[in-house]
């Protein structure tokens, strides 16, 4: 295994990610206020101490090799979250800063609704919410406490389990009359939008109906729930989604339930943290408040 002499400057990995987003040294330049050959020459040096090649230097582009893609997803968040700490360290005066990891539809349709009274009951208590992944598999260092969907608990982690998941078929209020006429004939009169992540979820639903996977008409592959959720609502077609998340569209007639079949899943939502971090005040407070908003008594 090689090991670094000393870790590369922090002005080196920032320069890297600048270039790296922007595959252009020259933008890299404009963004730090540096020259594009001084930006160039901290790559060269960034390079060579890390003994690979991040870049492919082309005539007229630049592509990150894949160490480079590597290093930019495990630096730049780190980075982030170095700035963010030291601003907060800058400013802070009793203050708490509680990061937080969660899938976008979770954070969209269960969290932010509810946050105004999070904020109310802990004034002191900073939020900074990251849902850049629509379904994060692990608990990541930049994280105070996280929400993962899993089969189990994770190993290593602190975790609470929150409720299970599962899927329902929905449709927009307009399709309901056709689906109520035509029963498990629509699959050839509407589109089935697909979640991506979850491929086989319809013929698992099927499976569990006692039918044959639907032929549909046509079929829409999205790649995120958060997607799936909305074109169902815009008319595009039928969806499942999860049960729980959607309960608010559901319950405004913006989603109408079009089957009564509900497809269980292994899966359960999980609040988690590191072990090390559960005495800290801000995740205290944030377990006993989501425990209050979400835990679901799993069914005898």
């Not at 009359?177 to 491929?199: E, K």
Request: include cysteine; charged fraction near 25%.
């Amino acid at each position: 295994m090689m090991r670094l002499s000393r870790p590369p400057p922090l002005r080196a990995l920032r320069a890297f990610c600048a270039a790296a987003r922007h595959r252009s040294f020259k933008l890299a330049a404009d963004e730090l206020c540096l020259t594009p050959s001084a930006v160039s020459h901290q790559m060269k040096e960034l390079e060579a101490a890390l003994g690979t090649p991040l870049f492919e230097r082309k005539t007229r582009s630049l592509e990150l090799t894949t160490a480079g893609c590597r290093l930019l997803d495990e630096a730049e968040p780190l980075l982030d979250a170095l700035d963010r700490m030291l601003t907060q360290v800058a400013r802070r005066n009793g203050r708490l800063t509680l990061r937080l990891r969660m899938p976008a539809l979770f954070a969209n349709e269960l969290f932010i609704p509810r946050l105004a009274d999070f904020c109310d009951t802990h004034p002191l208590i900073d939020v900074q919410l990251d849902t850049r992944d629509p379904r994060p598999l692990a608990h990541p260092p930049t994280a105070d406490v996280s929400v993962l969907l899993a089969d189990g608990a994770p190993q290593g982690l602190h975790s609470e389990r929150l409720f299970d998941s599962s899927f329902t078929a929905v449709c927009a209020r307009a399709h309901a009359a056709a689906i109520a006429r035509l029963g498990r004939g629509v699959f050839g009169a509407l589109p089935l939008i697909i979640d991506r992540a979850r491929p086989f979820a319809w013929h698992s639903w099927a499976e569990e109906a006692g039918l044959e996977p639907p032929e549909p008409r046509q079929i829409i592959e999205l790649d995120t729930m958060s997607a799936v959720v909305r074109a169902a609502e815009q008319g595009v077609g039928i969806a499942l989604v999860p049960a729980m998340l959607c309960d608010s569209w559901i319950r405004s007639g913006a989603l109408v339930r079009v089957f009564a079949v509900e497809l269980a899943t292994r899966d359960a939502y999980y609040l988690v943290n590191r072990p090390k971090d559960a005495h800290k005040p801000q995740v205290k407070a944030l377990t006993r408040w989501a425990l209050d908003q979400y835990r679901v008594a799993p069914s005898a």
